[in-house]
């Protein structure tokens, strides 16, 4: 019923800037948490930056704080990630994920098919 939808990544060079959106469609429910995860081959998915949509706090993985920023727009059911003097090292494959509740207060996470982002030196 829901879909997240990644878009917005791509090749750059070091230094550069690119703008991830997850657009959520279909079913549009009422996330609690909406984030960003990325997974390099080889290596287990991160946790890069998420949000609580009941009070706005933030977080940020260290690796990509004061780089990155997470934000949404919410009449555009849309999450975003602005990230910012970008590193080789931030080469992955980018999910999208959302968390919810169900009618039974069970948490179900949902989740975008994933983006590649290639930053070269």
């Known amino acids: 019923q829901v879909q997240l939808v990644e878009s917005g990544g791509g090749s750059v060079q070091a230094g550069g800037s690119l703008r991830l959106s997850c657009v959520v469609s279909?079913?549009?429910?009422?996330?609690?948490?909406m984030g960003w995860f990325r997974q390099a081959p080889g290596k287990e998915r991160e946790d890069v930056a998420h949000?609580?949509?009941?009070?706005?706090?933030?977080y940020y993985a260290d690796s990509v704080k004061g780089r990155f920023t997470i934000s949404r727009d919410r009449a555009k059911n849309t999450l975003y990630l602005q990230m910012d003097s970008l590193k080789p090292e931030d080469t992955a494959m980018y999910y999208c994920?959302?968390?919810?509740?169900?009618?039974?207060?069970?948490?179900?996470?949902?989740w975008g098919q994933g983006i590649q982002v290639t930053v070269s030196s």
């Open positions: 994920a959302a968390d919810r509740w169900d009618s039974g207060l069970a948490s179900i996470r949902d």
């Open positions: 279909g079913y549009i429910y009422s996330y609690y948490y």
């Open positions: 949000l609580f949509t009941g009070d706005g706090n933030t």
